[in-house]
């Protein structure tokens, strides 16, 4: 969050570079060439400072001996989501395609044959340990594809091999 001296700095430097570039300008599209040129400038200074940052932060200098078993623990929805924090930790999960092979998916994926492709392309050649837990017995995964699950208490529950043609996106 900037302080208001920060924002009062930003803002006097800014004014400050823009003055100096349009002095003597005369036209719009000359004074939108500036800002724009600025604002560019602005995003690329930004963004270097941000990489920097991230590299010298403990997310990116954590050992893989530490960081893949911690990411074993997580559930596959919390796996997406880490694989989403930085460069560094997406090349991490996806490295390791093991960390793939435990699919969890309940009838509360709305997505569920989108989720399950994106989940088993990224095992690789692992074996992949597969459950879905839903309210009504069958599966319809795709043309041809379906799961039956078997009834318990008001709830299906499948635990399947799901072929990596199916991940390939190819009909079965």
Known sequence: MLTPAHNLALEACLRDVFRDLAHGID???????????IMDKSLRVVRDEMLEWN???I???????????????????????????S???RSVALAFPALWADIRLTSAHS????LLRLL?????????????????????LSDGLNITAEQRDDCAICTSSIPTSFAAGTQL
């Open 59 to 85: 997310a990116y200098c954590m050992p893989l001996d530490v960081l893949v078993p911690c990411l074993h623990f997580l559930p596959t929805g919390d796996l997406l989501s880490v694989s989403q924090v």
């Open 111 to 114: 997505h569920t044959p989108d």
């Open 27 to 37: 036209s719009a599209s000359q004074v939108q060439n500036i800002f724009t040129a």
């Open 120 to 140: 088993l392309t990224r095992t690789g050649v692992s074996p992949v340990d597969f459950a879905y837990i839903s309210k009504r017995n069958t599966i319809r």
């Open 87 to 89: 460069r560094y930790w």
């Open 55 to 57: 590299e010298a932060s």
